[in-house]
T-cell receptor, first 110, second 115 residues
């Protein structure tokens, strides 16, 4: 059975700190992994990773995939209160089935 | 472009009632899917479709039916609602199955309460 585990489940840090969110997966016929940010409503897309070892960056956020060890990390540097959200990772297999982890709830204190 | 449109936004049902949650996208996306989200559970895949006429079960398909007669629409049917189906439902679509740069686009969700 396919499995996605995110850690930590919850994290509280101060503004300006750097955080690392983890996602490990066991997915048959893995193809890609997606990261999303969810505030009050629908998830919004952050990254899609297909190749191992290639970092994707968007401003203060970056992510990397390790297909050998079956995990991905999402880094946020110089955190701001607007980064408070639930961060979701979602591996996709070659049949286009996309399943989500339970998410990491991140709270940034001012 | 409206993107992914879900209706209704809110719905209250009594146990045993049936209803259809509507999802439409105007982006000509091949792939569409339904998720439910419960507190602390992330998003769980109910059903998905890789194109018109094709549907597949996800992680939690029991109690739900889907069909995909057109590219644009992917309705989710609850035949006999149960309190365990109280949840927020998200529809999502994806443009190109063959692309590695084609993420899921989500609708704004339908909040369903079954009493």
């Amino acid at each position: 059975e396919d499995k996605v585990v995110q850690s930590p489940l919850s994290l509280v840090v101060h503004e300006g700190d750097t955080v690392t969110l983890n996602c490990s997966y066991e997915v048959t016929n893995f193809r890609s992994l997606l990261w999303y940010k969810q505030e009050k409503k629908a998830p919004t897309f952050l990254f899609m990773l297909t190749s191992s070892g290639i970092e994707k960056k968007s401003g203060r956020l970056s992510s990397i995939l390790d297909k050998k060890e079956l995990f991905s990390i999402l880094n946020i540097t110089a955190t701001q209160t607007g980064d408070s959200a639930v961060y979701l990772c979602a591996p996709m297999n070659r049949d286009d089935k996309i399943i989500f982890g339970k998410g990491t709830r991140l709270h940034i204190l001012p | 472009n409206a993107g992914v449109t879900q209706t209704p936004k809110f719905q209250v049902l009594k146990t045993g009632q049936s209803m259809t949650l509507q999802c439409a996208q105007d982006m000509n996306h091949e792939y569409m899917s339904w998720y439910r989200q419960d507190p602390g559970m992330g998003l769980r895949l109910i059903h998905y479709s890789v194109g018109a006429g094709i549907t597949d079960q996800g992680e939690v398909p029991n109690g739900y039916n889907v069909s995909r007669s057109t590219t644009e629409d992917f309705p989710l049917r609850l035949l006999s609602a149960a309190p365990s189906q109280t949840s927020v439902y998200f529809c999502a679509s994806r443009e190109d199955r063959t692309s590695n740069n084609s993420p899921l686009h989500f609708g704004n969700g339908t909040r369903l309460t079954v009493t």
